[in-house]
């Protein structure tokens, strides 16, 4: 029982590092593992039936439990509930509430009614499914809820194929979110649900075994290695340290390779797995040329530390020459000083980033920034580098101006009167 407490302490701080056995994580953690290998691994098929059939089993886990049985092939437990239905469900809970995570499901801190819409597409779409789910996503796009239309534009663009890039540039003709929606389509850099669907006969579900992975993984710049990467990223850490140091080991030299998928993959396996230090991150960061992998790689400084990355990715701020990379250090700056998560570990399990956070931080309560945090970004933006790109500092200075007070006042109005335009 000790060891399960431990267990899950390390992952609701954020990080699945711990070499305990699979056996001992909360089992909707396995089964999503199960949903983006397409394996067993440390499961069987009776333990996931009957965990869906038990009545006291919390709603996301039964989800959950469903989807992996959709993506190993075998038939639903209960044939009045179709991943569709599931799926419709899972919207109507996403609206009628839009910021609480689904409570009691045995899942670490921060699993989301967001996080558990995004497992269900997803599986729905690598078990050639798509078109159902996005017939159930297509009925909430004009959403009254900004939130819920922002996640469903989200998950649209996840799935990334041609009828979904016709939805969304059909709903940035006649909706408000043209802007949102311009940053979803220029986002092409990372893998599409549809893409992985397409590339998985690469590697059978019976070669996906630890060993043969790391072997394909090592074999060079290529889409069947990329791939390898891909699913080692979701195995628990292995339960000989001398075997996780090795994985690790390979991780870090497959994130300075030079090809992107791979290096992409391996970065992101990095940070699902192992707890690096900000400063081995923070080299990766200044020697990558990649604007999309440098962005990707700002996330996961902002998941994996919190606000210790707050003065850091100021500096990086003053200097990062690509608007795409500035929103997300702006953003964190911010958001995570008015008390927002902004960045969380399920982010990590998604093939694509979550562009609807920069608007929508999870577990979002806004409150005022301390005093401390406004004369921070005071003293930042007095030494006349603010972001670059003259949106994002237009940006950062409306999320400031919300936080300064009376007396505050006219030193903001001397830093404002000191920009050109």
Not at 334 to 357: C, K, S
Request: glycine share 6%.
């Amino acid at each position: 029982m000790r060891c399960f407490v431990v267990v899950l302490a390390l992952l609701c701080s954020g990080y699945a590092c711990a070499r305990e056995e699979a056996a001992g994580e909360p089992m909707p953690l396995r089964l999503l593992r199960t949903i983006h290998t397409g394996t067993l691994h440390d499961l069987d098929l009776p333990a996931i039936q009957a965990y869906a059939k038990d009545g006291s089993t919390h709603y996301a886990g039964y989800g959950l439990a469903q989807v992996a049985l959709l993506v190993l092939g075998e038939p639903p437990t209960w044939a009045k509930w179709p991943v569709s239905r599931l799926l419709r469900r899972t919207m109507d809970l996403l609206q009628a509430n839009e910021y609480s995570a689904f409570v009691d499901s045995g899942m670490p801190k921060g699993y989301g009614n967001d996080d558990l819409l995004f497992a269900l597409v997803f599986a729905m779409v690598i078990s050639d499914q798509g078109d159902e789910a996005i017939d159930v996503l297509q009925d909430y796009m004009n959403s009254e809820s900004e939130y819920t239309r922002f996640v469903v534009l989200q998950a649209l663009r996840q799935i990334g194929n041609q009828r979904t890039t016709e939805l969304l540039k059909k709903a940035g003709e006649s909706n408000g979110d043209s802007n949102y929606l311009h940053n979803l389509l220029a986002t092409q850099y990372f893998p599409f649900s549809q893409e992985l669907r397409d590339r998985l006969h690469l590697i059978s579900p019976v070669d996906r075994t630890r060993e043969n992975l790391i072997k394909i993984a090592k074999q060079g710049c290529d889409e069947k290695s990329a791939l390898a990467i891909y699913f080692l990223g979701y195995l628990p850490n292995a339960e000989d340290p001398s075997a996780v140091r090795a994985e690790q080991e390979l991780f870090r030299d497959l994130a300075r390779a030079h090809c992107f998928y791979n290096q992409y993959f391996a970065v992101r396996a990095l940070a699902l797995r192992s707890p690096e230090s900000m400063s081995f991150w923070l080299e990766l960061y200044h020697r990558e040329n990649d604007v999309w992998l440098r962005a990707h790689i700002v996330r996961i400084l902002f998941i994996r530390f919190g606000r210790e990355f707050l003065a850091s990715a100021l500096k990086l701020l003053a200097d990062e020459p690509a608007q795409f990379v500035q929103w997300e250090l702006m953003h964190g700056n911010i958001e995570m000083r008015e008390g927002a998560w902004f960045r969380d570990y399920w982010e990590l399990w998604q093939p694509h980033e979550l562009q609807y956070r920069l608007s929508f931080p999870q577990g979002w309560e806004r409150g005022d920034m301390a005093i401390d945090d406004v004369d921070d970004l005071f003293a930042w933006l007095e030494k006349g580098r603010p972001p670059k790109h003259p949106w994002v500092r237009n940006h950062m200075l409306y999320g400031l101006a919300r936080n300064v007070t009376p007396d505050q006042t006219r030193r903001f109005l001397r830093i404002i009167d000191t920009l050109p335009d």
